[in-house]
């Protein structure tokens, strides 16, 4: 099983990024997908998530209107688009596969948000 992140980097106030996290290894569409983070000497927190079928999303109220999570079943991938992002964005971004037996974490890609 892998999931890979890519896409995080520096990016100044109010730009966007779009990341993605390819998986492998297991049966993709069978899993709810989300997205966390972990701001420096933070906790980690849920950003987004999506339904299996990708019928479903929700989102932190932190990062509403701003951040749209995705899914392309056919790719195994997901994606978030983030815009206006703020330095209080600047995390790590970690990949997260669940169903009711098992979960995955990728190894995470970091986004600084700064002028």
């Known amino acids: 099983v892998q999931l890979v992140e890519s896409g995080g980097g520096l990016v100044q106030p109010g730009g966007s990024l779009r990341l993605s996290c390819a998986a492998s290894?297991?049966?993709?569409?069978?899993?709810?997908m989300s997205w966390y983070r972990q701001p420096p000497g933070k906790e980690r927190e849920l950003v987004a998530t999506?339904?299996?079928?990708?019928?479903?999303?929700q989102a932190a109220n932190s990062v509403k209107g701003r951040f749209t999570i995705s899914r392309d079943n056919a790719k195994n991938t997901m994606y978030l688009q983030m815009n206006s992002l703020k330095p209080e964005d600047t995390a790590v971004y970690y990949c997260?596969?669940?169903?009711?037996?098992?979960?995955?974490w990728g190894q995470g890609t970091q986004v600084t948000v700064s002028s």
């Open positions: 997260y596969a669940r169903n009711a037996r098992v979960n995955y």
């Open positions: 290894g297991f049966t993709f569409s069978s899993y709810s």
């Open positions: 999506i339904t299996g079928a990708g019928g479903s999303t």
